[in-house]
Every structure is written in C-alpha cells, then in structure tokens.
C-alpha cells in the first residue's frame, strides 16, 4: 500500500531536474565542441598553408641559390651558351606555380578542396601574378618591415576564405642580373618577356609575396562533422551517466521509503504498545459510561426527566469509544470480519446517515456531487471502517473546499509494473474518490498527513489527529492503495480496494425485536467486578439466567457441576488464564460448548483461533446492551 506517495514524486522531480542539467550540460558541452573543433579546425588549416608557403619559399630558395647558380656555371665553362634562358630551370615563380598546380591535382583526385595560390607582385613578367589594390598595399607593408607575415578571413565572390601570405624574400645582388637593368638580361627573357616586365629593381626590396586561400565553408562543414561525431559520443556517455544517476536516485529513494516506512512502523508499533497498555482499562471505564446509562433508560418511564441527561452520558461514552477505536484502529489494525459489499451501497449508506446530513448542514454553501459506478463495485472489506475512513476523508473535504466537493467511485486494473509501484498486487481494484476545491496540503505537510495525531487544524476545533491513519490503517488493511494528488487547486484523495468477485451482501440493519431469552444459563467470565456487573445486568433484562465469575480458573472449576448454555467469555483476563486458553480447557471438558468472546481490542490472533476451536461468536468491548443482545441471541440459536 502506498500514501502520497512523495518519495516517487521526489524521485520523479530529481529525473526531471537530472534531465534539465543532462541537456543543459550536452548543449554547453555541445557548443564548446563545435567551437573548440571550429578553432582547431582554422588553426590547423592556417598551419597546413604556412607549411605549404614555406615549403614553395623553400623551392624557390633552392631555384635562386643552388638551381641558377648551377645553371650560370655551365654558361660559364661554356657547357651552355651565354644567353640560355628556360623558365623551367630558372624562373621559381614558375616552378612554384607548376608544383602548385601538380598539388591541386593530387587534392582533386582525393575529392579535397584546393588551394587557391598567387604570387603577388607590382612589377610581374607574367601578369596573371600582377598585385590588385588591396595586395598593393600588403606588399608595401612587408616592404616597410611592419608586417613579416599575414593571415585573416577575408570575404570573396567565393565566400568568405583563410588566406594566408608570406613574402618570397628580398631582392640580393645575384637576383639583379634577371631583375636589374634589361641590358643585363639573357637575351632570350627579353625576347621572351620584353623589356618592361620585372625589371629595374633594388636591391633590398620585396619583389613579390606568396598567397594561398581555402574556403573556410569548407573548413567549417569538416569541423561540424567531426564535432558531431564527438557530440553524439558525448550525448551517449551523458546519456548513460544519466541512467546511471537515475538508477542510483531510485536506489537512494526506494531505501529513504523503506526507512520511512520502517520508521512509520516503528512509530505504529510504539503507538500500538501505548494503546495496549491503556485501551483495556480505558474499555473497562467506558463500558460502565455507556451500559448503565442504558440499562437505565430501560427502566424509566418515558416521560421521566433523567433520560435528557442520561442519553446526553451515554451518547458522550459512545464518542469516546469512537476515539479509542480509531486510536486501536491506527495501533494494532482494523483485523475485523470482512464480508463481500457493493462499495456503492456503502457510500449510498453513509451519505444518508445523519452525521452526513449534519455535516451538509454546517457546510451548506459547499455544492456537492456524486457519481457511482453504474454498476456492482464488490469488495471484501469492513463495512464499518470502509464507512468510516469515508466519513472522515468527507469531514476533511467539505473544511477544505471553497465552493464545491465531488465523490466518485469506480473501478481500475493496476498491471504488474503499476502496481509495483504502489506496493500492491495486481488487479482489478474499486476505488473511491473525493475531490475538494481548497488551496491543496503543503509539501512540507503531504508527507506526514498519514501520521496519527498529526494536524494542521486548531486544537480542539476538528477531529482528533486520527482521522487520516484511520483511512490509512483501513486501507492497509485491506491490501489496497492510497493515492494523494495536491494542487493549488485542491486536493483528490483515493482509495482502491481489491475487488472481488463474489456477490455482494447487503448491511443488514437487525431490530431489536425477538431478542428476548428462555432463561437460558449463561456464564460470565471477566476479571474486572465492574464488567460483570454490567454483563450480568443486561443479560438478566434480557430474560437469561446469569452467574458471573472472575476467572479461568474459576470457571472450569464451576462447569465441573454446572451446566450451561453459553460462556461470555472475557480474552484478556489478568492474572491467570488468558480466554483461549481458558476455552481450550473448557471443550476439552465440554466439546461443544457455546461461547461469546469479549474483547477490547479488534479480533485478534488469538481471537481467531478461538473461534475456530469453536467459539460462537465475538464481540468488542465497550458494547451496547443491544449488541450484546443480539450476539447472544444469534449464538445461542446457531444464526
């Protein structure tokens, strides 16, 4: 059976919190990666053309220092004519440009993007290498020594590309013979180039600069692929620690409801020892409040003036064995008969008692509506607590509500996993709900409201502090579920029950007619004078002949010489002979004998077996002389 359950609503706050930081964790974590993969990838990439320039300054150094000089040293060993010029083997620009081409290729074959790569100058023997404007001025820059190398996004017809550029090198005294005065040149660069083109200049300056560009689109495309990849990596390892965090919030959670329920045991049990300790005496006392009053009544007249305040002592008597039970009821159980009932008819019974109709009365500004299952709701239950725990959740809804309140019953199946959840078997299930218009429990309140004696109402304006464990213990007791849904906009309370499918009984209201014995011998047996006294009283206006005795013992040794028709027989009975045993000794002697047992607690173990050894009938203490009537009357007839 579970209450409110707030340990699985706790649980399920975590999961969501746990979920709200697991993406808020994946989206920052998310975004860092794309970024970081973005960052790396522009890094790498302005790597990979620096490297690329240097490695094309580098042919060029070995063209201008090692290649040419080569070359002028066979012109003059006359292995090669004086004016033996091949761009091939002399010009660098154009054995950068050719290695250049042969890359891009090698990067076409391979489906990569190319290199977009220039040599830039103001004064180009081929004009495909003439500087614009804007490269103008870079080389100017190189030129003054204000810049030694230069890279940064720029924006083309292409899109927006990496570009990166790194001057070739200034002019030295060997460069002057191809790019000084024309007249020095080989006659073939003239014919080949003309005069005008990349001559007349000094030694020092930057001729020209080497720039290489890559669609950073592209970059960006790669980067956002392996971010992904690393993302997704990511989610899976989040994704798993989140499991992990759940599972482990579900452990932590399921042992924090064990020990509540441990805990809530414990505080039952103490209880329960408490009750025991007090409810046998405070029964004993209650019994003389409610029986004399009555037995009274019966011999006055009914216009005497004694019966307005006699009626006033037993009808306070009754409230205070209607406390005592429910304080049994949270200590030791309900542990009642059950027979099979409509729980519809139950509800129909409750709201046309008179305590309702009062309750309607003091709370007539409180619209209330009910709607019953249309059809048979059989339940294996405790009439008189399922009315009750009714009665008391009514109480509470029609104080809570600000304008309307609303019953219903029903059925439901819980299956296996459902169930689980709540403690409880599988199964079809009746249920009643009541639902409330009230500003809801506080979740500070939410958890502790099954607990005896816990309130937040006024001292002494409502109840006892009771009323919620009493609907708890019932509904434990009968291996059903309590649910608790609070809002703002008010509070519902159910309460499923586990149907049952025999056919439903109705709850028989017996008159007190024919009650009335044949002399009948019948044996008391308590150990305290003041209820046999009581006992004796009521069974003799009932026309039995009655003897009284203190104990066990006492009794067997009467029954050795008398006869009887039927033993009320007390289970709790100190010192000496507890009922059971008591009996035990008695059908050893008598095996058939009748007997009525009395007890101040609900049927207990020892109750049970009692009556399965024989015993008629039982019934709880304080009773009503009627009660004690027809108990009597029933065992002694075999009804």
């Known amino acids: 059976m579970d209450s409110s359950q707030p340990g699985r609503t706790s649980i399920r706050k975590k999961a969501w919190f746990a979920c709200a930081v697991l993406l808020l964790i994946f989206s920052l974590l998310s975004a860092c990666i794309f970024y970081e993969c973005r960052k790396l990838a522009v890094l790498q990439a302005e790597k990979n053309l620096e490297d690329f320039l240097l490695n094309h300054r580098a042919i060029r150094s070995f063209v201008e220092s090692t290649q040419k000089e080569e070359i002028y040293r066979l012109k003059r060993e ?21 290695i250049k081409d042969a890359q891009n290729e090698e990067l076409r074959k391979r489906g990569l993007d190319e290199f977009y790569f220039k040599f830039a100058s103001k004064n180009p ?21 204000s810049l030694e190398k230069y890279n940064q996004v720029v924006t083309t017809d292409q899109g927006k590309m990496l570009y990166y550029a790194i001057p070739i090198g200034r002019n030295q005294e060997s460069c002057m013979r191809c790019h000084g005065l024309p007249e020095n040149a080989p006659q073939e660069m003239l014919e080949q180039y003309g005069e005008t083109a990349g001559f007349n200049e000094r030694i020092g300056e930057v001729r020209a600069f080497m720039s290489v560009r890559v669609s950073l689109a592209g970059l960006m495309l ?9 993302s997704s990596v990511s989610f899976i390892l989040l994704s798993a620690t989140f499991l992990m965090v759940i599972l482990y919030l579900r452990k932590t959670e399921s042992q924090e409801l064990i020990r509540d329920r441990l805990r809530r045991a414990e505080k039952m049990e103490s209880i329960g020892l408490m009750a025991g300790g007090v409810a046998h005496d405070l029964n004993n006392i209650l019994a003389g409040i409610i029986n004399y009053p009555e037995l009274m009544l019966r011999r006055l007249p009914p216009e005497s003036e004694l019966r307005g305040s006699l009626e006033a002592v037993q009808r306070s008597g009754q409230r205070a064995a209607a406390v005592v039970a429910d304080l049994l009821t949270v200590a030791r159980g309900v542990a009642t008969k059950k027979v099979v009932c409509d729980l519809n008819l139950l509800v129909r019974e409750q709201l046309e008692s008179p305590e309702f109709e009062k309750l309607r009365q003091d709370h007539s500004s409180i619209d209330f509506s009910v709607e019953f299952y249309p059809g048979v709701l059989a339940v294996l239950c405790s009439d008189v607590h399922i009315k009750k725990s009714l009665a008391n959740l009514l109480v509470n809804a029609f104080e809570a509500s600000r304008n309307q309140s609303v019953l219903l019953t029903g059925k439901r199946y819980f299956d296996a996993d459902h169930a689980r959840q709540y403690n409880a078997a599988a199964g079809d299930y009746v249920f009643i709900r009541i639902a409330d218009s009230g500003q809801g429990i506080p979740e500070r309140h939410l958890k502790h409201i099954f607990e005896p004696f816990y309130s937040t109402k006024k001292l002494g304006q409502s109840g006892t502090g009771l009323g919620l464990s009493v609907v708890w213990n019932t509904v434990k007791d009968h291996d059903g579920i309590v649910t608790v849904d609070s809002s703002e906009k008010g509070s519902v309370f159910t309460l499923y029950f586990p149907a049952d499918h025999g056919f439903p009984v109705g709850i028989s ?30 069974l003799q ?87 004690l009537g027809k108990i009597v009357h029933a065992v002694l007839n075999g009804a």
């Open 125 to 145: 023997r081929n004009l495909i290498n003439l500087a614009d404007q804007e490269e103008l001025v870079l080389l100017d820059k190189f030129n003054n020594g």
């Open 509 to 538: 209201q017996e008159t007190q007619e024919g009650l009335q014995g044949s002399q009948e011998r019948i044996l008391v047996v308590d150990d305290e004078e003041q209820l046999r006294n009581i006992a004796v009283s009521i």
């Open 222 to 230: 790669s980067a956002d692929r392996v971010a992904l990849v690393l």
């Open 78 to 98: 006359n292995l090669l004519y004086d004016e033996y010029f091949s761009p091939q083997l002399l010009s660098s620009t154009f054995i950068a440009r050719n």
């Open 541 to 627: 206006e009932f026309n039995y002949t009655v003897e009284a005795v203190s104990s066990g013992k006492a009794a067997l040794d009467y029954l050795d010489s008398h006869e009887v028709d039927l033993i009320l027989l007390d289970m709790l009975m100190d010192p000496g002979m507890s009922g059971r045993e008591t009996y035990s000794a008695i059908i050893k002697k008598r095996p058939h004998q009748k007997a009525v047992l009395v007890s101040g607690f609900s049927a207990s173990e020892d109750v049970e077996e009692t009556l399965q050894l024989g015993a008629g009938g039982f019934i709880k203490k304080p009773y009503t002389a009627t009660e």
